[in-house]
């Protein structure tokens, strides 16, 4: 939410798409229900930064912000984890891939001939790494 407020402040015109895991689509669930779920129960994941429940100020200014919510399989997020690590040469976090995950998987949804995502962490382990690459 924080982002989506500055991007929408620096460029009222801009839309912008967030990106949860089906593990714990806390936030999406808040938007769709009309309310902020504090706690929210999480599935198994290798997304666990992005999981837990949704702050009432983070809700209260995602109304105005956000233009779309996607959710993305674990599959989805942990392929595009592969996939930058071996093509682009980046490493992050599973969690962090759900965005790449969005564009490569839900390229309707996301839109825009023009698209910047965010990836913020590289907080993955040699063992999950390893397990995504063999895997995907």
């Known amino acids: 939410t924080g982002i989506a407020v ?4 620096a460029n009222p015109g801009i839309r912008v798409v967030g990106v949860q895991t089906e ?5 999406w ?6 309310r902020f779920y504090s706690e929210y129960p999480v599935a198994e994941t290798r997304c666990d930064a992005t999981v837990g429940g949704v702050g009432a ?8 912000v956000m233009d779309e919510l996607i959710v993305v399989s674990e599959d989805e997020a942990a392929s595009a984890c592969a996939w930058l690590a071996r ?13 790449v995950a969005a564009v490569r998987n839900h390229r309707e949804q996301v839109g825009g001939t023009r698209v910047a995502l965010v990836l913020s962490g ?3 382990d040699g063992a999950m790494l390893d397990e995504v690459l063999r895997l995907y």
Not at 29 to 34: K, L, P, V
Not at 57 to 64: E, G, P
Request: proline letters at 3%.
């Open 6 to 9: 500055y991007a929408k402040h």
């Open 23 to 27: 593990a714990c689509p806390a936030m």
């Open 29 to 34: 669930a808040s938007w769709r229900d009309g």
């Open 57 to 64: 100020l983070a809700y209260m200014r995602l109304r105005d």
């Open 87 to 99: 093509e682009e040469k980046l490493v992050a976090e599973v969690a962090s891939c759900m965005t």
């Open 122 to 124: 590289g907080n993955i």
